[in-house]
């Protein structure tokens, strides 16, 4: 399989897979992070339960190109929480996508703080990995007009 990375041929996309809150469910993070290992993505994987300030520190820390976080509880309502302190970090190019049962009208909410991407359970692999090489992509060139 080909190694996913940006147009610019840099090194392997840097996905960060993680879950903030209390939701403990973490097999289809853990499929999905598999699945963008295999792509070519380099993955930072983390167990549940992640405080949104460590998040942030390891999205610096590590050079993540992409954030996907994990959701199957209420905790999607932290999202918002998480775009404010990515901005507040100067990480406000980093883009972030959230996967797992999210009702219609918190998808609203979730778009509006600056998610770019909610994939409901059913979602395939291949969409889930063409949407993120497509955003580290566009963040790749907005490095390169920084």
């Known amino acids: 399989m080909a190694e996913a990375t940006g147009s610019d041929h840099r090194s392997p996309i840097r996905v960060l897979v993680t879950k903030i809150g209390l939701d403990g469910h973490d097999r289809g993070s853990l499929v999905v992070a598999a699945h963008l290992r295999d792509a070519g ?10 405080e949104i300030s460590a998040v942030v520190k390891l999205a610096l820390e590590e050079d993540i190109h992409v954030i996907g976080l994990s959701c199957l509880a209420t905790d999607h309502l932290l999202v918002p929480k998480l775009m404010d302190a990515l901005r507040e970090a100067g990480l406000k190019h980093v883009p972030v996508v959230v996967g797992g049962i999210v ?23 291949q969409a889930i990995t063409d949407t993120i090489t497509g955003l580290a992509e566009t963040a790749f060139s907005a490095d390169d007009l920084r």
């Not at 993505?41 to 992640?50: A, D, G, H, R």
């Not at 009702?103 to 609203?108: F, L, M, V």
């Open 103 to 125: 009702p219609d009208e918190d998808e609203a909410i979730l778009l509006a703080a600056g998610v770019r991407r909610v994939f409901h359970p059913g979602a395939s692999l």
């Open 41 to 50: 993505m380099e993955v930072v994987y983390t167990p549940p339960w992640q």
